[in-house]
């Protein structure tokens, strides 16, 4: 007998309110939830949107991959740096790519602290957007330095024969501690995640070598009590550590900055402004995401509009902060009475990359306040253009901290311009294809949704006193 | 080596409240080598068949490790191996190792209860006699099992899978090696 014969499931917390969208539909049962998920991968053939998508992705991955090869070969002179601006797309890259996997971790792990049941079907997809965004991140940091096979002599504390170690009081050795932690950490979160709904894989996959494929995966998982209390006890311990975690990456990410004396870098408002603005273009990214995944395999019954809503909502609360520093830098730049911090301000409202800023301010602060209204928060159409908008305006906020502070600091001799070249774009947008690469290909193979925690939401899951 | 001709009796349930009551039976008959199977994490299993871990004690020692490895290599490169005047700073600077030894502190605890958690569920094992039950693929899926296995002095071939069927399961399997 399975569950399925107790006659129609009703979702937990079902719309009691109306205008409150369930976080399942009903009509599920632990069987249809497997089979639905693991159907994507193991029995629904390869959709023809998943192929398009992955034509146009891969080809910009090999530009990013052609881009590269040149610079290796040439050198960091074919991008736009040069002093003043040493830093460039590399940094602004880097920064904006670390801080849309924080979306994933704060779904996965500080949702789960608070018991937020609404996270259990977009935590899955989320810390794999973790994971590739910390990739295409960490690869910017390491090209910039123009010899990468040499930059574990200079980031690692490796035993050389000058004898010579990394600084550990110079926030760019933290970085490189913190942005590493960060990536195992989150690999492994998910990783354990997925071995029970491996195992359910490898029970529901119809072919052979599917089965010794997820099988091998699983490890053997059988699903017995002892395992979960200890993959329970797993489970939380890399939540309660990750919490932390995750607020430390971009304050640590914020200390190469603000650990300078550069006007417009030395605050100390960086960390929560840059931990909030993370958060902020992560959820942005987590539904530019959802919102074409849901449409193309049919999940609308599983990421609800509850999930988009709920999104959306963080994203306002997270782009107030966002704007609450934008305005506290302005304050404090002019009450500072320092000539040099009320020049930056003016700089970069009205210098050379005035029309760079105000597109900023747009993006971030005027186009996201729509989610004041339940009509764009619950409208895919308002949701994926607003988000795409969020992710432009942190990413030109990035550029903003990052060139226009460089670019005229104390000394009007030593003032210079920035423009990026044509490697610096191919590299940028091609780290977008990389990401995309890798986000269908684990569309493809693996479970995008948390199986066995989609039946706790049901109400059989209950064990009744 | 030498093993009892089977493994022991496995039975079915189809909700995890059936499965909760049948455990907390055999438990209360005496059985020890006992196991409870399900889709999902249910907590009153575990209790049913009285189980703890002690897995948060293995990533209090791993993330201790991580504590003192980031501090001691720190303080080794900066004070002793090779000394550094940063102006003027100490050679000692604990305050700014403190973020190093917070990021090796929760690494190696990560690493430690993941590695703990497999290791002391015995995983990866290729093999296990439970998955020589058909029906048990569905253990992933939507049903509950309660094993009771051979090995447990109270196991008798005759008396134990009568307790198991009246438990009214929906299905008892013996387990063969």
């Known amino acids: 007998m ?29 069987n249809t939830i497997s089979d639905k998920i693991t159907s994507v991968v193991v029995r629904r053939g390869t959709p023809l949107a998943w192929l398009g998508g992955f034509l146009i992705a891969f080809t910009l991955m090999n530009v990013m991959l052609g881009a590269i090869a040149w610079l290796f070969f040439k050198g960091t002179d074919i991008w736009g740096i040069n002093i003043p601006v ?17 979306a994933g971790t704060l779904i996965s792990a500080i949702l789960h602290l608070l018991k937020q049941s609404w996270r259990n079907s977009i935590n899955r997809f989320a810390e794999a957007m973790t994971l590739f965004a910390v990739m295409c991140a960490g690869l910017f940091p390491l090209i910039h330095t123009g010899r990468p096979w040499l930059a574990a002599y200079w980031l690692l504390p490796l035993p050389l024969t000058m004898g010579v170690w990394p600084q550990f009081r110079s926030p760019l050795i933290w970085d490189v501690f913190a942005v590493s932690t960060y990536f195992t950490v989150s690999l492994l979160f998910w990783f354990v995640g997925l071995v029970p709904d491996l195992a359910t894989m490898r ?40 919490t932390p975690l995750v607020l430390s990456v971009h304050t640590v990410v914020s200390f190469d900055f603000s ?15 840059f931990v909030a603005g993370a958060i902020y ?11 074409p995944v849901r449409a193309v395999y049919g999940l609308q019954d599983m990421i609800t509009m509850r999930h988009l809503e709920n999104s959306a909502k963080l994203m306002l609360a997270t782009g107030w902060i966002v704007g609450y520093g934008y305005i506290y830098e302005a ?21 050379p990359y005035r029309w760079w800023y105000w ?94 925690e989609m039946k706790l939401l049901l109400p059989e899951a209950k064990v009744k006193e | 080596m030498k093993h009892p001709p089977m493994f022991g009796y496995l039975a079915e349930f189809s909700t995890p409240t059936e499965l909760v009551e049948a455990s907390h039976r055999v438990y209360g008959e005496g059985y020890r080598k006992i196991d409870v199977y399900s889709p999902f994490p249910l907590e009153a299993a575990c ?89 048990f693929s569905a253990a992933s899926n939507d049903s509950f099992f309660l094993l009771i296995e051979a090995a447990d002095p109270l196991f008798d071939a005759k008396t134990t899978p009568e307790l198991l069927r009246g438990l009214h399961p929906a299905g008892v399997w013996e387990v063969p090696y």
């Open chain 1, 203 to 242: 029970d529901n996959s119809p072919k052979k070598y599917q089965r010794m494929i997820y099988g091998v995966l699983a490890m053997g998982w059988r699903g017995s009590a002892r395992h979960w209390r200890r993959y329970e006890s797993a489970y939380m311990i890399l939540a309660g550590l990750a």
């Open chain 1, 331 to 351: 304050f404090t730049s002019w009450y500072s009475g320092n000539q040099f911090e009320f020049f930056m301000l003016s700089n970069r409202a009205l210098g």
């Open chain 2, 47 to 135: 209790e049913a068949i009285h189980f703890e871990t002690r897995l948060p004690l293995v990533v209090l020692i791993g993330g201790l490790t991580g504590l003192i490895t980031a501090y001691g290599m720190q303080y080794w490169i900066s004070a002793l191996d090779y000394p550094l005047n940063i102006g003027g700073r100490p050679f000692n600077s604990w305050p700014a190792f403190i973020i190093v030894c917070f990021e090796l502190t929760v690494l190696f605890s990560a690493i430690s209860a993941v590695i703990g958690m497999l290791a002391m569920n015995g995983l990866p094992l290729p093999y296990h006699p439970v998955f020589n039950v058909e029906r």
């Open chain 1, 2 to 30: 399975s569950a399925e014969s107790k006659g129609g499931a009703t979702a937990i917390e079902s719309p009691a309110q109306p205008g409150v969208f369930p976080l399942i539909e009903p009509g599920h049962s632990f």
């Open chain 1, 259 to 273: 650990a300078s004396i550069i006007p417009g870098w030395h605050t100390t408002i960086f960390p929560p402004y």
């Open chain 1, 359 to 452: 597109s900023l301010i747009t993006c971030n602060l005027i186009i996201p306040q729509v989610f004041w209204t339940k009509k764009a928060r619950t409208s895919t159409g308002w949701l994926f253009f607003t988000s795409c908008v969020i992710l432009v305006g942190m990413w030109l906020e990035r550029f903003i901290i990052v060139i226009v502070s460089l670019h005229r600091d104390f000394v009007p001799s030593s003032w210079g311009h920035y423009m990026p070249t044509k490697y610096d774009w191919a590299t940028f947008i091609g780290t977008l294809g990389m990401f995309t690469t890798f986000f269908l290909l684990f569309l493809r193979g693996l479970p995008a949704i948390s199986i066995a």
């Open chain 1, 86 to 102: 040493g830093w460039g797309f590399a940094i602004v890259n880097f920064v904006w790519w670390i801080g849309i996997g924080h």
């Open chain 1, 281 to 291: 273009s992560g959820f942005a990214m987590v539904v530019v995401l959802a919102i």
